[in-house]
């Protein structure tokens, strides 16, 4: 029943703002959106005490879904370390970035209406991570993209944003259609969708058949998750309110593709084929947005590539059979990604809107605590030692590392420590152009035209309490956090992941070098940090030259999706449009028109009214009538 | 007793004197007579086959043209007036509403 009760309160929240909050006093729908994604919180955390959740699952039956013949789905819902994770995650995250949300909005008209989309995505987030089965799952995946797509789109009088949640929408169908197909092929394999029918079943599965089942969940995954190559919506995405950004584009909804792997570990782990190309596709995709993200100039796009780029290294862990690192990894970069867009958002908030990081700077003075939260982000993020980062992404590349057989895949372990290094110089050139005071021969600081504009009659200012409460319980866990997972310890939070996946062996000791690799990657990010103060020292942008531009095209993959997909799908619509709709189709109706109204202009020649024609007519018929009848 | 063709002569004639005038004559009412004549040259045939091959039957026909033709006859001349009284012709020329 708890289970039940942890969806239900933000599905109460939802439908309070979304039918009365308009005539609710402008400070109700924030309190109502947060405290029934509160209560939510409080329900999962109620439900994580019981025993058995750490055991073999605590599980809600609800009703029968479909029953046709072999086939049946129940609505159901499981509670076991892996959506316990999760829920902590989503509800405690969630329930932050409400409150935060509450200053963020509050001068906006329709913040009843972002509460409520708000919520609406809480509860389907929750039904998505509870789902006992993989169709329930698909589920709550549609109701999340539908939530995204909203809000995204949020203020959709403007043109950009309406344009990103079409984006987003589309993008997302693309892999959906995958994943669909994915999940239809596992019903008629398995004939149940149930997460424990297919673990068991799984082992007995047909290497080419689970091949092909996990490719096409993983074409979903890279859909929702925004991996290569359809990762193109997300940074887009970032049109959306930025606590938006924060909740859905960066702590849980593009972790659902890590997730869903997580929850068909079985399945997965039967496919050999399909890990290598999750774990190189991971592995691609962290380092190609890692690269981008060097040179964007939008400070919430750097961020979004970020996303992009540390999702690729979950999809890593998960792919060199390291699960247990991976959502380990999804666990920290939630705290330490949101706490990142939150600092971004207050930026915003201060700055009137400006995300242009060229147009930033010098705000470590005004908004000292926001920075410092940023730097506290941004060191997890990079992987500073001891921070949050630090240990997750430690674990995923000494997985990579003891997986690795031969020269490819110890190339997976080397992309990832170069990510790490580039994750390292982007962020310290975000913190940068955004908080260090500029050089002293610029005459005028650039948050001048904030202070001047006709906008804000002041500068830039620290954010209110409830938008800096967040941000310090998540610099908080952003900091402390990564002791769950670190073995000096206990690794509380890992091991019981551990158990839950049991596939996951600990490398033996001295198979792999633990302390060396550990060393490699920390050198690396604190190269990384150190080479960042130096090509940006003094808030200069390095342009990189050619490589900067090719960058700055992002490897001209969205060119080329213009060149070969959007642009011939347009002029194909624009064909139709033009030449078979107007021409052929609506020709075909006018030319019929035409042609009856030719006849009828033709036959009413032989309607002359007068009465001696239509006897002479008469007369003439019955003659050839009487002369056929005579003559035959 | 005359010989059976000699009234379809006559009746051919009467028809076909009948016809023209339908065709031909603008007067309504002229019209209305042609085609009376028409009718009782019709009427003239049944007589002289019903005579020839005694049978009653062309002889019952010939009570059900004239009872036919008479009942015409008052619609007819009803339509006539009408059409009088609302154009203050009999003129059948400048009655061609049908015309398309």
């Not at chain 1, 999940?183 to 080419?208: C, G, N, W, Y």
């Not at chain 1, 060191?379 to 030692?385: D, E, K, M, T, V």
């Not at chain 1, 962020?427 to 260090?436: D, E, Q, S, V």
């Not at chain 2, 005038?21 to 309504?28: F, K």
Request: net charge neutral; charged share 10%; glycine share 10%.
């Amino acid at each position: 029943m708890v289970l039940l009760f942890i969806i239900l309160f933000p599905l109460a929240g939802w439908l309070i703002n979304g039918f009365a909050g308009g005539r609710l006093p402008p400070r109700a729908p924030g309190l109502v959106g947060s405290a029934s994604v509160g209560l939510s919180l409080t329900a999962a955390l109620v439900a994580v005490q019981q025993p058995e959740v750490w055991r073999e699952g605590l599980t809600a039956s609800l009703f029968t879904w479909i029953s046709a013949g072999e086939f049946s789905a129940r609505a159901s819902l499981v509670l076991d370390p892996l959506s316990a994770v999760m829920t902590l995650v989503v509800t405690g995250v969630g329930f932050l970035i409400h409150i935060y949300s509450i200053g963020y909005m509050a001068e906006d008209p329709g913040k009843s209406r972002y509460f409520a989309y708000l919520n609406l995505f809480i509860a389907s987030m929750l039904v998505l991570v509870l789902a006992g089965n993989l169709l329930v799952m698909f589920v709550g995946w549609e109701l999340v993209g539908l939530c995204s797509y909203l809000l995204i789109g949020f203020w959709f009088d403007r043109e950009r944003a309406a344009d990103a949640g079409r984006k987003a929408f589309i993008v997302n169908r693309i892999g959906d259609a995958g994943f669909l197909l994915g999940i239809l092929l596992l019903a008629v394999t398995v004939k149940s969708l149930d997460f424990k029918a297919i673990a068991d079943a799984s082992s007995s599965m047909a290497v080419p058949v689970a091949t092909a089942i996990t490719l096409l969940l993983f074409v979903g995954a890279t859909g929702k998750s925004a991996q290569l190559p359809l990762h193109v919506w997300l940074p887009d995405a970032m049109e959306g309110p930025t606590p938006v950004s924060a909740l859905i584009h960066a702590a849980t909804m593009v972790t659902a593709g890590v997730y869903m792997i997580g929850r068909l570990h079985p399945l997965f782990t039967q496919a050999e084929l399909t890990l290598g190309v999750v774990a190189a596709v991971g592995a691609a995709t962290a380092f190609f947005a890692a690269t981008v993200a060097l040179v964007e100039h939008d400070l919430k796009r750097v961020l979004a590539y970020s996303t992009i780029s540390q999702l690729g290294y979950m999809f890593l862990a998960m792919g060199v059979a390291a699960a247990p690192a991976g959502m380990f990894h999804l666990t920290t970069h939630a705290v330490f990604k949101a706490l990142l867009f939150l600092a971004a958002g207050s930026v915003m908030h201060a700055m009137h809107g400006v995300i242009d990081m060229r147009r930033l700077g010098g705000l470590a003075r005004p908004m000292r605590w926001t920075a410092l939260g940023f730097v506290i982000g941004a060191a997890a993020l990079a992987g500073f030692p001891f921070t949050a980062g630090f240990f997750s992404k430690d674990l995923i590349l000494e997985r990579a590392f003891a997986h690795a057989r031969g020269w490819g895949s110890y190339l997976l372990w080397a992309a990832g420590v170069a990510t790490a290094f580039i994750t390292a110089v982007y962020i310290t050139r975000a913190a940068i152009l955004t908080f260090a005071p500029p050089p002293s021969h610029h005459d005028h600081p650039p948050f001048d035209s904030a202070q001047g504009g006709p906008s804000g009659s002041r500068g830039p200012h620290e954010a209110p309490p409830e938008m800096g409460w967040p941000m310090a319980a998540l610099a908080a866990l952003s900091l402390g956090g990564g002791f769950l997972g670190a073995s000096a310890v206990g690794a509380p939070l890992l091991h019981s992941l551990e158990r839950f996946f049991n596939s996951a062996p600990e490398p033996e000791a001295g198979a792999v070098p633990v302390l060396a690799l550990t060393l490699v990657s920390v050198s690396a990010a604190l190269a990384g940090m150190l080479a960042g103060l130096w090509l940006y020292r003094g808030r200069r942008d390095a342009s990189l030259s050619a490589l900067g531009q090719f960058l700055s095209h992002k490897w001209y993959i969205e060119d080329l999706y213009n060149a070969a997909i959007v642009g011939p799908l347009r002029r194909g619509a624009q064909f139709l449009a033009s030449t078979v709709e107007l021409g052929i189709i609506d020709g075909a109706v006018i030319g019929v028109a035409g042609a009856v109204r030719q006849a009828g202009a033709s036959f009413r020649r032989f309607q002359t009214g007068y009465v001696r024609n239509y006897a002479a007519v008469l007369l003439a018929g019955t003659v050839l009538l009487l002369g056929y009848w005579l003559t035959r | 007793m005359i010989p059976v063709p000699y009234y379809l002569t006559i009746s051919a004639v009467l028809f076909t004197v009948g016809m023209a005038g339908v065709l031909v004559r603008r007067n309504a009412l002229v019209i209305f007579m042609a085609i009376e004549l028409m009718l009782n040259s019709v009427n003239l045939t049944f007589v002289a086959f019903a005579r020839q091959l005694a049978a009653i039957e062309g002889q019952v026909a010939v009570f059900f043209v004239i009872v036919i033709a008479a009942v015409e006859v008052v619609v007819g001349l009803a339509i006539i007036i009408a059409i009088f009284r609302a154009r203050s012709t009999v003129d059948i020329d400048d009655v061609d509403l049908l015309r398309g």
